[in-house]
């Protein structure tokens, strides 16, 4: 009863808030602020208050013509501080954190408001956050969580297309790391606060700092932004398959669909965990030690089977690509042309590519349809190998048989020499 | 040779000297011979190859050609234009391909999409493809790489 | 014949060829338990020959920028028919010419031919070798593989040991700081036009110079040649040598083909030189040696010191005709003597030893 009151309150206050700013709270867009709070305030000592006027040049808000009092309420052309902080005017101060997110929407989630701005700006953030992990235990009075600050400041607030907003793709770990990296914090909510630590040593987070592929995923591609929420066990294999739709397809031909959801088991995650996403070696498929279908696959069982079948086609075709690699490459070091060669090498690689793809299938022949095309690629490069050293043992006779008539040449003049200087005695 | 007359053993070794010199000589000037004469293929195929001919290229499909070892992709769009591309996905270098259901470019290995630019607008590729100069005389189709 | 005939009656009543034939034909080559050794100066030119032939085929079609020489190689190595052949001999023969040519000069030297009347001719020949020594290091760099931008790296940084002008002799020969398409462009120019022009002249006259004096005999080995019949130059002479030239043609044929010449990798500035990078065996008496000396003598860097004593070592060699009183007489020096030998034992011993790899 008392929770669902205060709700209503802080609900009418933001409101209130909304419907009492001042007209001039928020200018025309795209025309800098301009307010008398900011210009006190950077004279202030305390660095509490001082701050916020010493951001407010970058701020996106300020830039679209919205005065400390869009937010914070009170009368931003007043002189005086009574006046322009006078509550009866709508001043608000420092929002209570339960009432942010409330704030925020009462702009960003009015769509015919937003629409000044920009044509195609999204307004569902308000929403989305209320069914997040977040939005949800603040609907509980939870005041830890995430609100719309905490991931994108409050002043200073750049556009998430900004390589320095808290939200740009390669600083979202960061962003997200202030309170999920903290175990303490997170042990409270049955979280074991590694899932940082275990992203930063996937393949994605490799990409996206070192490569400078912004495509690759981050907390929030997998998790939603402002819909924060573990994806559900069945849904993993939607959130992977985003992105890896051929290996999805294959999964959704394999037994395993159904039997993992049957076990409720996330489907992708089972093998290659969530966060800390490795680079997949083809090693890994057995029942072995540290093979992940011995996870639930016991040697001599039907899975064991397949995994040991798919397994020697990937090593048969690694080791005969790698030879016939070998041999291409030796063959050029010497001066031979290996065009043709290295084209087949290439095909090859894109078979082997493709073989990985079936992997997802459980299937072994499907495995070995693309083996196939592997194999028969680096043979017929290993063929052109073979023919180039070959050749170079042809021009090596060719150039012994010209050693004969060489020798045949000298063995003559040496007789006509002899015979000449016969002659003259 | 013992009961030969000096005469004829005179002619037979000038003979063999003549003989074995031509010889000698002659594996020496066949492969001069050879080497002056240009080979089929004037210059290694690095910077510039015919991919292909205007008449066999219908619009709305796609082939691929080869640049010395690496893949190429000639494009004729269904408004009539030529571009060529490098074929080698950006991703795992699988080569590419032009699908006309699509009209734009696709790589089978992992479904990525790249638009009629090369940019990659789909899937895992990280890059766009390398975009190649393409030369038209008559009927044949050039393709120019690099700067 | 007639024709024949014809063709050098009209030249003769224009330029009277007897004098020129004369000339060239005159000399006769005194034969003694060494005159074998006389065969070395013509096989040296004999590779010379086969290295300008060779060079000018690959010049058809070889590029000299940083872009396209390896390409350029790869393509004579791989699609111009027998491209491969040509490339292979060429390598070898400057081999080949080399080690010739040190024999050459070894022998010269122990047979104590450089007093006079022929110092002139040591001193020209001294140059030519100094000339193939050059061609060698510079047409080295032109494949524009790893090894040999490696190589050339090295090489020229020990010219910036030299005091004073070391470091402006290193950017005249890099054609900058650093070894880049730069160097390669410079170097192909000095291959192709400076050093052959040079040498074509000083090989004129060094020529000129044998046919003019004949043949030098050593003292202890007159009475013996006085005894044998010495050879007439044409043709008896000269047939002899075809059959060394044959012989030459031979070992040339059988490296191609045994051991052919490798394209290795394109040359990249920006990776870390492979292990065991080393130059050509025919600096490596000198390499070995500044690499074993210690990093200071005595306050001087010790490749300065080194260079020094290499430099001094040469200056005794070259200036041997002057330093050696004897030989001007015909009663060379023991001395020198021994310093030849000691002189071939160092080199043969030095680059054996480095190609076996004792000095790893």
């Not at chain 1, 009170?74 to 509550?87: E, I």
């Not at chain 1, 959130?239 to 159904?258: I, M």
């Not at chain 1, 072994?364 to 052109?384: C, H, N």
């Not at chain 3, 060829?17 to 060239?24: G, K, R, S």
């Amino acid at each position: 009863m008392r929770r669902s009151l205060v709700l209503a309150c802080l609900l009418v206050s933001a409101a209130a808030t909304a419907a009492s700013r001042a007209p001039q709270a928020v200018g025309a867009p795209g025309k800098r602020a301009v307010d008398t709070c900011t210009a006190c305030h950077h004279t202030l000592a305390e660095p509490r208050l001082k701050a916020p006027a010493a951001f407010a040049d970058a701020d996106i808000h300020r830039l679209q013509g919205v005065t400390c009092a869009g937010c914070h309420g009170g009368d931003p052309t007043a002189t005086d501080a009574k006046a322009a902080m006078d509550p009866k005017r709508g001043f608000v101060g420092k929002l209570a954190r339960s009432a942010i997110p409330e704030m925020c929407g009462s702009c960003h989630s009015d769509a015919a408001f937003m629409l000044r701005y920009s044509p195609n700006i999204p307004t569902d953030q308000l929403a989305q956050y209320r069914t997040s992990r977040h939005g949800l235990a603040l609907a509980k009075g939870d005041e830890n969580v995430a609100v719309c600050s905490s991931c994108h400041g409050a002043h200073g607030i750049l556009p998430p297309s900004d390589a320095r907003s808290p939200v740009y793709p390669t600083r979202i770990v960061e962003t997200c790391g202030a309170c999920h990296g903290n175990t303490a914090l997170m042990t409270r909510y049955g979280l074991k606060g590694t899932e940082l630590a275990d992203y930063e040593r996937s393949v994605h987070y490799a990409a996206l700092t070192r490569k400078n592929d912004l495509s690759a995923p981050t907390c929030n591609d997998c998790h939603g932004s402002h819909g924060a929420t573990p994806p559900g066990v069945s849904s993993v294999s939607n959130v992977c398959g985003t992105c890896h739709v051929t290996q999805r397809e294959r999964f959704d031909l394999s037994p395993h669909k159904d039997a993992f959801a049957a076990l409720e088991q996330p489907a992708c995650e089972s093998c290659h965990s969530n966060h800390a996403i490795t680079s997949p070696d083809d090693r890994l498929v057995g029942v072995g030690a540290g093979q992940v279908c011995g996870e639930c696959h016991s040697a001599g069982d039907t899975g064991a089977t397949v995994a040991a079948a798919i397994s020697g086609e990937l090593t048969q075709i690694h080791e005969r690509l790698a030879a016939a690699e070998a041999r291409v490459r030796k063959a050029e070091r010497a001066g031979m042309l290996m065009d043709d060669a290295q084209v087949k090498i290439e095909e090859a690689n894109q078979g082997v590519v493709l073989a990985r793809v079936e992997i997802h299938s459980v299937d072994p022949l499907r495995v070995q349809s693309e083996a196939k095309k592997v194999l028969d690629g680096a043979g017929v490069a290993d063929t052109l190998a073979a023919a180039a050293e070959a050749e170079i043992r042809f021009r090596r006779t060719g150039l012994f048989i010209s050693l004969g008539v060489i020798a045949l040449a000298m063995v003559a003049l040496i007789l006509k020499i002899r015979a000449m200087e016969k002659e003259k005695l | 040779m013992k009961n030969a007359t000096p005469i004829s053993r005179k002619r037979f070794l000038n003979w063999l000297l003549g003989t074995s010199f031509g010889a000698t000589a002659a594996a020496a000037l066949y492969p001069v011979l050879r080497f002056v004469i240009p080979p089929e293929v004037a210059e290694a195929p690095v910077n510039r190859v015919l991919a292909g001919r205007l008449s066999e290229l219908a619009p709305n499909t796609g082939k691929v050609f080869r640049f010395g070892a690496k893949p190429g992709l000639v494009v004729r769009t269904a408004t009539g234009e030529v571009r060529a591309f490098s074929a080698s996905c950006t991703h795992l270098n699988c080569t590419v391909q032009y699908r006309p259901d699509f009209q734009h470019i696709w790589c089978a290995c992992h479904n990525g999409h790249y638009d009629l630019q090369g940019k990659n607008i789909q899937g895992p590729p990280p890059r766009p493809l390398e975009t190649y100069k393409v030369d038209i005389a008559g009927d044949d189709v050039y393709v120019t790489k690099g700067a | 014949m007639a024709i024949g005939e014809k063709l050098w009656q009209a030249l003769d009543e224009r330029y009277q060829l007897a004098p020129l034939v004369e000339f060239a034909t005159h000399k006769e080559v005194p034969q003694h338990r060494h005159s074998w050794a006389y065969y070395f100066g013509g096989l040296t030119l004999f590779f010379f020959g086969v290295q300008i032939a060779t060079g000018i085929l690959l010049l058809l079609y070889y590029r000299p920028t940083s872009e396209a020489a390896f390409e350029s190689v790869q393509f004579i190595v791989t699609r111009v028919p027998f491209g491969w052949l040509v490339r292979s001999i060429h390598s070898w023969s400057a081999n080949l010419m080399i080690l010739a040519a040190f024999l050459h000069m070894f022998s010269v030297y122990l047979l104590g031919a450089y007093g006079k009347p022929r110092e002139l001719t040591w001193w020209s020949g001294i140059a030519l070798l100094g000339l193939a020594m050059g061609f060698g290091f510079s047409g080295y760099l032109l494949p524009w593989n790893e090894l040999s931008f490696f190589a050339t790296r090295i090489g020229t940084d020990m010219v910036s040991k030299l005091p004073l002008a070391g470091h402006w002799l290193l950017k005249l020969l890099r054609g900058g700081e650093e070894v880049t398409g730069a160097t390669l462009t410079r170097f192909f120019g000095i291959h192709v036009a400076v050093l052959p022009m040079i040498t074509t002249a000083l090989l004129g006259l060094h020529l000129a110079l044998i046919q003019r004096q004949g043949m030098h005999v050593p003292e202890r080995l007159a009475d013996e040649a006085k005894q044998r019949r010495p050879l007439r130059f044409v043709p008896n002479f000269v047939l002899r040598e075809a059959v060394v030239w044959l012989l030459g043609l031979g070992v040339l044929a059988a490296l191609a083909a045994f051991f052919p010449w490798e394209l290795g990798s394109k040359a990249d500035p920006f990776a870390s030189a492979p292990a065991g990078i080393k130059p050509e065996w025919y600096f490596l008496f000198m390499f070995e040696v500044l690499k074993l000396l210690p990093a200071h003598i005595l306050g001087i860097e010790g490749e300065l010191v080194g260079l020094a004593g290499f430099a001094l070592a040469g200056l005794v060699w070259v200036l041997v005709p002057v330093l050696d009183r004897g030989s001007a007489h015909g009663r060379r020096s023991r001395l020198f003597l021994v310093i030849g030998w000691l002189a071939l034992a160092y080199l043969v011993s030095f680059t054996a030893l480095s190609l076996m790899g004792v000095f790893q």
